[in-house]
């Protein structure tokens, strides 16, 4: 599956919200440098949805704020 994803990066505390819409909206400690928010964004979404971080890519948004992620079903 395909969701959208809303990456709040800098947060004091981690968290995942679902949206009504269906979307995303992640906090992540980490800040958007060399890639380190998104490292913790696919740690925290395998941990979520019970995955291997290999399995979670970014389809696209690598460099943006709201992002398209790929998790298995």
């Not at 990456?7 to 060399?34: M, W, Y």
């Not at 964004?41 to 948004?61: D, E, N, P």
Request: charged share 30%.
């Amino acid at each position: 599956m395909i969701v959208t994803v809303k990456v709040k990066p800098n947060s004091k505390q981690q968290s995942i919200a679902v949206e009504e819409d269906g979307s995303f909206t992640v906090r992540l400690q980490s800040p958007p440098v060399d890639g380190k928010a998104n490292k913790e964004l696919v740690k925290l979404l395998a941990k979520r949805f019970g995955v291997r971080k290999s399995q979670v890519a970014i389809r696209s948004g690598e460099t943006s704020r709201i992002k398209r992620i790929e998790i298995p079903d």
